[in-house]
Each structure stands twice: as structure tokens, then as C-alpha cells.
Nanobody, 116 residues
């Protein structure tokens, strides 16, 4: 069965960094586009970054220059390096996988809290 398991969330001060990881199993990892999404309380889930099968990244505008998404097909992992974190980055972060950016496989989420 498909499993996406996130790790690396936590509490950090504004301006700090966190690195989120997502380990996948049960899928042919390399053929799927991968993404990170987040959901803050009272808000809808929103795109953070995606990375295509060929390694092409795409970022939400507010994350450009601060966040970096990467994938390791051999390890079946996708990571999100988050720098210069802001309190408004506080949310539950989810990794997702899908074919042609249609994300239908989701992890359980990891909490990121940025204190001011």
C-alpha cells in the first residue's frame, strides 16, 4: 500500500530554518510528480512547492528564494528546505504524490510552528 511519511517539523523562531522530509513506499517513486502543501488553521490547503519527474521545481511566489524542494529517487524521498521562516509559515505541511501533478496520494502531515 502507498505510504508517504513526513518528518522534520517542529518549533522554530522567525528567521530560522527547518528541513522537512517525506519518505515514500508502495509506489514507483520516480514516475510521480511530488509536492509539498500546507494548511494553516482556518485556511484552505495551499501549494508550497512541487517537483516534477524530471526534477523541475515550482514554487508558490511567497516561497521563492526561501524554500527549496528536492527529490532523491534512489532513496524515494522528497525534501523541503525552509529558510528565513516567518510566523505566517506556521501550518501543517503535507507531502503528496501524483501523476501529471494530479495529487491523490498524501501523507499525514507534520506541524511547523514559527514563533515571532
Amino acid at each position: 500500500q502507498v505510504q508517504l511519511v513526513e518528518s522534520g517539523g517542529g518549533l522554530v523562531q522567525a528567521g530560522g530554518s527547518l528541513r522537512l522530509s517525506c519518505a515514500a513506499s508502495g509506489i514507483i517513486f520516480s514516475i510521480f510528480d511530488l509536492g509539498w502543501f500546507r494548511q494553516a488553521p482556518g485556511n484552505q490547503r495551499e501549494l508550497v512547492a512541487t517537483i516534477a519527474t524530471d526534477g523541475t521545481p515550482n514554487y508558490r511566489d511567497s516561497m521563492k528564494g526561501r524554500f527549496t524542494i528536492s527529490r532523491d529517487n534512489a532513496k524515494e524521498m522528497v525534501t523541503l528546505q525552509m529558510n528565513s521562516l516567518k510566523p505566517e509559515d506556521t501550518a501543517v505541511y503535507y507531502c503528496a504524490a501524483g501523476f501529471r501533478h494530479q495529487y491523490d496520494m498524501w501523507g499525514q502531515g507534520t506541524q511547523v510552528t514559527v514563533s515571532s
